[in-house]
């Protein structure tokens, strides 16, 4: 049985670069390893990449729809759309533990609660926050799989910001929202990082990707060697 290894942050933290490099360095010590990432790359995930994250996967989905909404309405349609995505996902994770010594996943449940849960007017809805939480464990026990860590990578947004500006398909569906939008993200990031201290463990990523990638490979070789 294998350990399921998630990786988390603002878009232009450096976690998907750090992933390959991840990835790379476990093969290369002798560990399989298997590369994921959501939203997926299977028929749901491409209709979260359309209408919720806003690139174009080709599946020529009419978004009009989309004008007529408010925030809050994306948000929690958003919420149900990813966990859609997840439990299909779950069903090839919870499988391949079995021939894979390490999963590691670009963006996992909590990137759901990180940019769902933030509203425009900068208020708060914790009702709304607690049920993105519900839905993440519901979906996680029904497929009986655990995540064994999640590598938080820490930034602050005008520093994430920076290293996107003027590469060519870094930008997303969110690079129209202001740097306040950003911000809020990191904070529910760190606040997680805070009430789950067992499973996430915060790193700075200011540090060029190839060094936050070694410091993150020596970490789950020791995690392997202590479950197994």
């Known amino acids: 049985m294998g350990i399921f290894i998630t990786l988390e942050g603002i878009d232009g933290s450096g976690k998907t670069t750090a992933a390959d490099l991840i990835a790379g360095s476990l093969r290369e ?109 519901f979906v996680l026990r029904q497929k009986n799989v655990e995540i064994n860590r999640t590598y938080l990578f820490d930034l602050k947004p005008e520093d994430a910001l920076k290293r996107l500006n003027g590469r060519l398909g870094k930008f997303d569906g969110f690079d129209s929202e202001p740097l306040d939008f950003f911000e809020r993200v990191r904070t529910n990031y760190i606040y997680l990082a805070d009430r789950f201290k067992s499973r996430i463990k915060k790193i700075d990523a200011s540090a060029p990707a190839k060094d936050t990638a070694a410091l993150i490979v020596k970490d789950i070789i020791k995690l392997i060697n202590t479950l197994y």
């Open 29 to 137: 010590a002798g560990y399989r390893v298997l590369l994921t990432q959501e939203p997926t790359g299977a028929y749901l995930g491409t209709v979260v990449k359309d209408i919720v994250i806003g690139r174009d996967s080709g599946k020529n989905i009419d978004l009009s729809f989309l004008k007529t909404l408010s925030k809050k309405t994306v948000s929690i349609m958003a919420l149900f759309l990813f966990s859609a995505d997840r439990i299909v996902h779950l069903d090839e994770i919870s499988i391949k533990l079995n021939d894979f010594d390490v999963i590691l996943c670009d963006r996992f449940i909590d990137s759901t609660y990180a940019y769902q849960a933030v509203y425009p007017n900068g208020k708060n809805d914790k009702s709304f926050e607690e049920l993105i939480l519900t839905i993440n464990d």
